[in-house]
């Protein structure tokens, strides 16, 4: 199955999860995430706001910030097909931006990344590999290769967006992790 139908299909299943479902699955997503050493020893959190079936990151975002952490989220740069991380402050200010995504506001400031951080990467399928297909644009591949080279990556997903194996280029950057509701996975020891 090339890149393209396997994206499809994993969308699909995603979409039609049941809305309590795909609630309950999120939650539990979130507790694993929460009890990883991991994001335990970071003191900021780069997230992403959950858009459509995507798992519900407003929870955990709540959470992180009760517990102390710093929590950011990403801005897109349509032209030239970049991400920007800024800091969320509490109440979130975020309005839609690129593709209908809830970004930060413009006031925002952008994240300090010399702080022991991770970020939480979306998308449409995965292998245990880490190996992902996000929405086809690239955003978070060229970010994690630039900017975010450094950092470990954890990617959150339904049991449901799993796949034997993702197809991908060499500009495609895997996760470290990926958290679903039944596991977690090091991803690069399943390499």
Known sequence: ?????????????????????????????????QEMPLLRGAS???CFISHG???????????????????????????????????LDEPEALAPGAYGILEPSAAARPVDLSLPSVVLVP?????RRGNRLGMGQGYYDRWLASEGRAL??????????LAPHVPVTSLDIPV???????EVIHCAASS
């Open 53 to 87: 079936s995507e798992v519900e990151t407003a929870p955990l975002r709540q959470a992180l910030r009760a517990s102390g952490k710093i929590v950011a989220a990403p801005r897109c740069e349509v032209g030239a097909k970049k991400l920007h991380f800024y800091v």
């Open 152 to 161: 470990p990556s954890i990617g959150l997903a339904f049991e449901a967006q």
């Open 1 to 33: 199955m090339d890149a393209a139908e396997l994206r499809k299909n994993a969308l699909q299943v995603r979409k039609e999860m049941p809305a309590l479902l795909r609630s309950k699955s999120s939650d539990s997503i979130l507790r694993r995430l």
């Open 176 to 182: 470290h992790w990926l958290v679903t509701e039944n």
């Open 123 to 127: 998308g449409s399928v995965f292998d």
């Open 44 to 46: 900021q959190v780069l």
